[in-house]
Structure formats: C-alpha cells, structure tokens
C-alpha cells in the first residue's frame, strides 16, 4: 500500500513539475504557474499520510501550488539579468536590497488585506525583461479616478534584474474602491477582486480584470477601464464587473470578504454585506454569472445578518467556511445547507474578522476570536483560536486555545488575524508542528506558539511583545527557506500598528521578524546557526557539531539564559526569550542577570553574572566576538549569544498581510527570495513620494 502512495506521488510530481494540471476532470490541461495570494495563507495542507488523504488533494490545485513553492528551487531566466556572477553576489548582500512604492496619499487596503503576486515559470524568477514576468499587485484603498489606481502591479522586481527595479507593470483605475485582498485565475492572466462604489450605500462588484502590461501608466496615470459587454472575449485590458445582489436583488455592500476561487470547479465565493453569501460560476471558463438558483444568494444567518469575513471552500469536504461580524462561525454546502457552530458566537469582540485556515489534508478548521466572552483570563475575556473538524455538527464548541487577554466591550479589542503554520506542521506526515497567532487583543500585542500534536492543538507557549502600548497586529507569516546562507531558516512574520519596539521602528508602525528555525536531528550545525526551543527561547550554536538522533530526541534544553546545553556534537547557548528589541551597553549601569544588550560587533551579548558595568572613562570592554564566550565588564560577566535572531522595518500603521515569492539561495537570483505587504498609512516610500507603501523587503534582515 505504501509503495503504491509513493509511485503515485512521484508520478504526479513529474506532471506537476512540467508546469501542467488538470483544472477540473472534464477540463483540458491548463498551464500554471506560481500563484501566491492570501487563500494560499488560509487553505493549506499537511503532508497526505495514507492513500485517502492523497486521493482527497490530489485534484486541488492549491495542493500542487504549495508543492511546487516548497518543492522547486527557482533559477534566473538566462540572459535575464546581464550581470556578473560577481555581480550577482555583490547584490545578493547589499544591505539596501528591497524597494517601497508609493501607492497615494492615504492609501490603505486594510490590516488583513494581502498583495498577490504570480509567476508564471515554476522554477524561473523572471524579470522585465521576459515576455511573461513575475509580478505583483497591491490594492490601494483609494477610490479610483483619472489621477489614481485603485489596484496596480509591479514587474522587474528583483535586485538582480537590470534596469529600474521595480517598474509599474499596469495600473487601473476600476471605477471603484478595493479593500480586499486580489486573486488569480489559474493561468495568472485574469485578476480577482472585489471593489466598492457609490455613498453612502456601498454597492459591491466582483471584478474580473484581462490585464495587458503598460510602459506608460502609473499609480498616478492610470488607464479607466469600464465594463466590457464583450466580456471574456475581449481585449486586454478589459473588465467585467458583477454587482453583488441579496435574494431580493437588491445590490449589497462587501468591504470585509475575499474572493475565493474554486480553480477546479471554476467557482468563486464571495461573502458580503448583511451576511450574503454569493456564488459566482462560472469564473473564468466562460462569460461569469451569479448564481441565482438552489438557494443561492444565501443569507447564512436571517436572525442577525452581519458582514460577512473572507470564505475558504475546502473541495475534501465540499463546504464553504465562513465567519461574521457577529461572531458565528458557519458551514455551508454546495447545496445551501447551513451548519453553525454553537447557538452562541465564537467572538463576542470585533467579531471573526479573519477568514478560518482550513488544512484540506487531514479535515481541521481553525477560527480566529478576538473576544471569547467569558472571565477566564484574570477576570476579563480571552483571546482564542479554535478547532473544529471540517464536518463540524451543528452547536459543536470545538477545541480552544488561548492566545493572551481580551476586553469587555466597550472599547472592543482589536481583531485577531490568521496565524501561520511552520514547517514542521508541513513535514511531520500528521499533522504536527506549531502555529503561531498575534494575540493579546485586548493589551500589548504578543506573538504566541500554539503546539500541535496529530492534529491536536495544546496551551499556547506565550512569545515576545510586539509593542509597547495596546494596538492592532496583523496577520502571521510563517517562511521557512530550506536554499538560505548557512542552511534552513525559518522566520516568522508580524506588525504592531503603533508603537513597535523594533529596533529599527521608532516607536511607530513596525513590521518584525523571529527566527522560529526548529532544531533538527543528525543534522550538522555551524557555529552561529540558531533554533527556537519549546520555551520561545532562542538557541545559539556555540560549538559545531552534529545534532542528536531522532530516537534521542530534543537536548535537555537550558532554561537559563546564557547557559550552555550540549547535544551530542554541537553545543548551544541560550540567548533567552525572544525579544523585538535589544538595548545597547550603558556605562556605570546596574544589570541584573539574563539582561541582554547589542554589542558593538552586533551580536546579543547576556548577562550571567550581575553587577555594574565599566564606568564612561574606561569604555566598554573588548567583547568577545564567539559565541558562548565571556567578557567580563568590571563586575559583569557577559556571554555572546550569537547575532540577534529578529530584524524590524518601519511600517506606519503597520502591515497588511505579508507574502513571499521565493525560497531561493542568493546565488541563483539576486532578490529573488523577499517578502511583500503594504503599509497602513503615509510614510516616505523610497524615492516616489509619500504615502501608503508597496513594500519589498529580505525575508531575513527585513532591510
């Protein structure tokens, strides 16, 4: 049985590696790139364990995208770029690699809304240059008019690209305002969004956009593009738009739901106002319509209609899961059936404001409250995440994790956003690993780890301060790159809205990074490599060795920091929990034991032995420059504890949701492995003005 899975695996890679898949069993083959939006963030699937598993993903074609991101290391397109290979490497470590565009003044999409971005070779980065390059696009938040996009994309985008990095690919004004997060066809050609016009009763439009590339528009010239009746044979660029109607066909509002594509049954959902639901199909085959039959458009709850969040269709269960203002959770049929979770809601705060993370592989549905409404956590509400299998019956409670405090409303906490899965959840065969939420939504925001056995969820493990006073976070992005310099590294992704304690930030909006790279057995570490323990600290390779043995297990980690553990070759020092930020060195200062600083070679150094440092005429002392090494600083005793395992951008506002294109090493393409997300509000965007940003930043240094 085993060595049938096997030969069917590896026969459907062979497919899947020619760039090819079956969109839908009656469905000639359609070519696919590489899609990244935010449905890949919120429909996601565990390695398949047994053959029914297999059988169940196999036609998902979001299943194959999150194998080829993870599976096929990506290369330039030769003759791309013209550089040297010298050349190459030279950018490949600048310190200014990424770029920020400015999208208008007061551009703002939303804290949950994600850029998308599409390529269209699975293991070529292209750039400008090539007849079909990468590229991405930012929604502005800004009503569309003759002076400004409301949605734009950009191509050249990497720093190994030669000429004018990045350049506007198009840009469109659409006749309205987008406050969601854009999506794909399969083949990349058409673009998913929904926008909003007229005031002050909103009416929503589901836009489907034949975008053609431009060398002469900009975010600030941007092409007017009407409804083309001609629709999907006309051409590029051209529109259609199909407004939103209730049951009555009365048109409704959508400024909180995303377009969700059903690729193989060329399907999309779109959630809405006063609690809709509409199915659009079909999407991209032929002229799109709503569905209007089979009690669709359907208003999952009459009693107490709200605005409905983002839907994510799960094709193993044949459902759509969705939440709302209100706080309930749903379950919804292809036919309409509706199944609600409990009679009372899940969030009784700002209500499911995320869309659910739905893991198509083992059946798991995970839902993000704000509030949980009862007095469990000091007297006041929680913050949690709860489980619920995909089959979930109606009043089910499901499992629940608890993510920091909330508040009683008024004033209501802020919104609990998505979390990420690390990559130990994607390679553990069933389902085990840990996710990780920006909770605490009724104080400071904190960054927590929820730990996953089997697909059971535990306490959450309580991780690092994001800011110094109560505001809103974002959603989390886990990025695990195995091609990184000096090995695997994984990172998680995550913004405080104001008052961010990066070291980089000011004490303004922050985008911030943690190494969350799990420790792995018989696997030979380098000195300075670092892992994440299971207390949230942080673990610094002070001696180079190989690992223990998976029978063996984790090293007795040392809780202390600075503290040394050996594991079995290698040797670790604690440079304690993680932190956003680190101080630097004070003269003639009482340090206490574990305080930490950055020295002045940039490496964290520790307190292990408690006291007061060298005064001002003496200077600080000569640090020792390896880890696990003492420097002694009159009374002070201090280990190096390795370089700093975060990194921090300014981000006003902070971030929406963050993306990343590639998992690629610098030697094969220069910039070719960073992150994207837009700010929240005005800032300096590089060189083109200010305004609301379209960032591109390193997965590592964030710079």
């Given at each position: ?300 709850n009459q009693t107490n209609p709200t605005d409905l969040s983002s839907p994510v269709y799960d094709s193993r269960s044949r459902s759509v899961f969705v939440g709302d203002a209100g706080g309930f959770f749903y379950r919804v049929s292809a036919t309409g059936v509706v199944t609600v979770t409990a009679t009372k809601q899940l969030d009784f705060g700002t209500g499911l404001f995320a869309g659910p993370i739905v893991d198509g592989t083992t059946g798991r549905v995970y839902v993000f409250s704000s509030s949980d409404g009862t007095k469990n956590c000091a007297g006041l509400p929680c913050a949690a995440v709860y489980q619920f299998a995909a089959t979930f019956p109606a009043n089910a409670a499901g499992n629940k994790a ?302």
């Amino acid at each position: 049985m085993k060595r049938r899975s096997l030969g069917y695996m590896a026969g459907t890679s062979v497919l899947v590696a020619l760039s090819w898949i079956l969109a839908g069993q009656a469905a000639p083959p359609v070519h696919q790139g590489l899609p990244m939006d935010w449905s890949h963030r919120h429909l996601v699937f565990s390695p398949p364990s047994n053959d029914a598993q297999a059988a169940a993903v196999m036609y998902d074609a979001r299943y194959w995208q999150q194998f080829n991101r993870t599976h096929f290391a990506r290369t330039l397109n030769s003759g791309e770029a013209g550089l040297s290979d010298y050349a190459l490497f030279a950018n490949a470590v600048a310190s200014h690699s990424d770029w920020s565009q400015n999208l208008g003044s007061g551009a703002n999409a939303g804290p949950g809304v994600y850029p998308a971005k599409y390529s269209f070779q699975i293991t070529t980065a292209t750039c400008g240059s090539g007849a079909t390059p990468d590229y991405v696009v930012f929604s502005t938040g800004l009503v569309g008019s003759s002076t400004q996009a409301s949605i734009v994309a950009y191509d050249n985008l990497y720093s190994g690209c030669s000429g004018t990095v990045p350049q506007v690919y198009w840009a469109y004004n659409t006749g309205g305002v987008v406050l969601t997060s854009p999506t794909f066809s399969l083949d990349g050609t058409v673009v998913a969004f929904v926008q909003t016009s007229g005031s002050p009763a909103g009416i929503a439009s589901l836009v489907l956009l034949k975008w053609a590339r431009s060398s002469t528009q900009t975010v600030g010239a941007p092409r007017t593009l009407v409804k083309n009746p001609a629709y999907p044979n006309c051409s590029a660029p051209c529109m259609t738009t199909i407004i939103l109607k209730d049951g009555s066909s009365v048109a409704t509002d959508d400024r909180t739901s995303s377009a969700f594509v059903d690729y193989d049954n060329d399907v999309i959902w779109v959630g809405g106002g006063r609690g809709w639901l509409h199915k659009i199909t079909p999407a991209f085959r032929a002229t799109p319509a709503e569905v209007t039959t089979g009690g669709f458009p359907l208003q999952v709850n009459q009693t107490n209609p709200t605005d409905l969040s983002s839907p994510v269709y799960d094709s193993r269960s044949r459902s759509v899961f969705v939440g709302d203002a209100g706080g309930f959770f749903y379950r919804v049929s292809a036919t309409g059936v509706v199944t609600v979770t409990a009679t009372k809601q899940l969030d009784f705060g700002t209500g499911l404001f995320a869309g659910p993370i739905v893991d198509g592989t083992t059946g798991r549905v995970y839902v993000f409250s704000s509030s949980d409404g009862t007095k469990n956590c000091a007297g006041l509400p929680c913050a949690a995440v709860y489980q619920f299998a995909a089959t979930f019956p109606a009043n089910a409670a499901g499992n629940k994790a608890v993510v920091g405090t909330s508040q009683v409303a008024p004033p209501r906490p802020n919104p609990l956003f998505a979390g990420g899965f690390d990559a130990n959840y994607f390679s553990s065969g069933n389902a085990t690993g840990n996710l990780y939420v920006c909770g605490n939504t009724g104080g400071v925001p904190r960054l927590y780890r929820i730990p996953i056995n089997a697909g059971t969820m535990g306490p959450a493990v309580t991780g690092p301060a994001l800011s110094s006073v109560t505001t809103g976070c974002s959603p989390v992005t886990d990025i695990s790159n195995p091609n990184a310099a000096g090995g695997t590294k994984e990172w998680i992704f995550a913004s405080a809205q104001a008052s961010g304690l990066g070291n980089k930030c000011a004490a303004g909006g922050c985008a911030m990074n943690f190494v969350d790279t799990p420790w792995l057995p018989s696997h030979a570490y380098a000195v300075g490599q670092q892992v994440l323990d299971p207390s949230f600290n942080v673990q610094t390779c002070s001696t180079a060795g190989t690992s223990r043995t998976a029978a063996l297990g984790q090293p007795a980690w040392n809780a202390t920091v600075g503290g040394l553990t050996p594991d079995a070759g290698a040797q670790w020092v604690n440079q304690g929990p993680h932190a956003a930020a680190h101080g630097a060195w004070q003269a003639n200062h009482a340090y206490q034991l574990a305080d930490s600083i950055i020295d002045t070679n940039g490496n964290i150094q520790v307190v292990t032995t408690p006291g007061t440092s060298r005064t001002a005429a003496q200077g600080h002392p000569t640090w020792a420059t390896s880890p696990s090494n003492i420097t002694n600083d009159r009374a002070v005793r201090w280990s190096n504890a390795g370089l700093p395992a975060t990194a921090s951008l300014p981000a006003s506002g902070g971030s929406g949701g963050i993306i990343v294109d590639n998992i690629v090493g610098s030697g094969t393409m220069a910039g070719a492995s960073q992150i994207y997300f837009s700010t929240q509000s005005n800032q300096a965007c590089g060189t083109t003005g200010t305004g609301g940003c379209a960032v591109q930043a390193s997965q590592s240094g964030l710079q």
